[in-house]
């Protein structure tokens, strides 16, 4: 089938298209190109894309809203997949109007688009970080997500409420997934492996917040892909058991609507990640240890029963594995320092 995934050229979005192309689907990408990050290592993971006669690339931007009405139409695509976004915490706090801009308008334009055109299923991303301030751990579907502490949380939070709206309004089958802490090759510049792989290969410090004893549920991107694959094939059905006294806030009875994790189901503490990376690299790091930043928590770990219900979604790699294969891959792209 054919399937709109925005974002195609991001870290995510690429490993996803490439998947969908490998089992046979026609991809329309759509990606901006903008330079958040370096442009060259998008510019690289989309040359791989076109080399599959099945992916065609649009350079569009989500918050022109004509232009991205314009694709729907033309392409009219069975199943959309929306990765494209403005990524990162820290980042939220510096331009705030980049979050608004590409996480609410541009996510308001692909809703418009799919209320055009009626895909199957709109699969979207939304993130982990909605759980802000719940300290109840495993973060669980079922419990609450009301209470972001940065606004990246809350334009995600935003995405969610979006679509139930839609899926409601123009029964659009939607799927949401709160990714917990994706890496893996091909990953982005300003995430916290890539930064500290940079560093060490350059004997600079690597600067650890949290003093290094903040717990993420590190999750390997293959696993995030096996999760979306799985969802683009199984729509979002209505909740025949959703009670309106005691609303799950997880599904809904009254839109073909839900949010699930995306998580490896474990927690590992950052000073044992950046010490598989350590030896993955043969290297020492010169540690930089500094005190949690705003909008940081503490530990993060996903509940992915429901996925798993859902989707026979079963995570498998550990962060022995999965940095293993990053450090493979960032030196064979980079080279040693």
């Not at 192309?21 to 991809?27: C, F, I, K, P, Q």
């Not at 334009?109 to 055109?117: D, I, Q, Y």
């Not at 996903?302 to 293993?324: F, I, M, Q, R, S």
Request: aromatic share 10%; net charge negative.
């Amino acid at each position: 089938m054919t399937v709109l995934l925005t974002g195609s050229a991001g870290f995510i979005g690429f490993h996803l298209s490439r998947r969908l192309l490998e089992r046979g689907d026609e991809v329309v990408g759509v990606d901006n190109l903008n330079a958040y990050y370096d442009p060259a290592l998008k510019a690289a993971r989309l040359a791989i894309l076109e080399k599959y006669p099945g992916y065609r690339h649009a350079r569009v931007d989500l918050a022109d809203r004509e232009g991205v009405a314009a694709l729907f139409a033309k392409t009219r695509p069975a199943a959309v997949v929306n990765l494209a976004a403005q990524a990162g915490v820290r980042y939220s706090l510096e331009k705030p109007e980049a979050y608004v801009d590409a996480n609410v308008v541009g996510f308001l334009n692909v809703l418009e688009g799919c209320r055009a055109v009626q895909p199957k299923h709109l699969v979207y991303a939304s993130t982990s970080s909605v759980y802000g301030a719940n300290g109840k751990l495993p973060f669980n579907v079922h419990d609450g997500a009301n209470h972001p502490i940065t606004l990246y949380a809350a334009t995600k939070l935003a995405n969610e409420s979006m679509a139930h709206a839609y899926a409601h309004l123009f029964s659009i089958p939607a799927t949401g997934f709160r990714f917990f802490t994706v890496y893996g090759p091909w990953g982005r510049p300003d995430m916290a492996l890539f930064k500290f792989t940079d560093a060490i290969l350059k004997g600079q410090p690597i600067d650890v917040y949290g003093e290094g004893r903040m717990q993420r549920d590190f999750t390997f991107v293959d696993d995030i892909v096996d999760g979306l694959v799985a969802a683009v094939d199984r729509p979002a059905q209505v909740d025949p058991a959703w009670d309106p006294l005691k609303p799950d806030p997880s599904t809904s009875g009254v839109a073909p609507w839900r949010v699930l994790n995306l998580g490896a189901a474990r927690k590992v503490e950052l000073m044992r990640y950046i010490q598989v990376l350590e030896e993955k690299l043969g290297r020492k790091a010169e540690l930089n240890l500094m005190p949690m930043q705003p909008g940081d928590v503490a530990r993060t770990e996903a509940d992915v029963e429901a996925t798993t219900a859902a989707l026979d979604y079963a995570p498998k790699t550990p962060v022995e594995v999965g940095v293993g294969q990053f450090v493979d891959w960032y030196l064979d792209y980079y080279g040693a320092a």
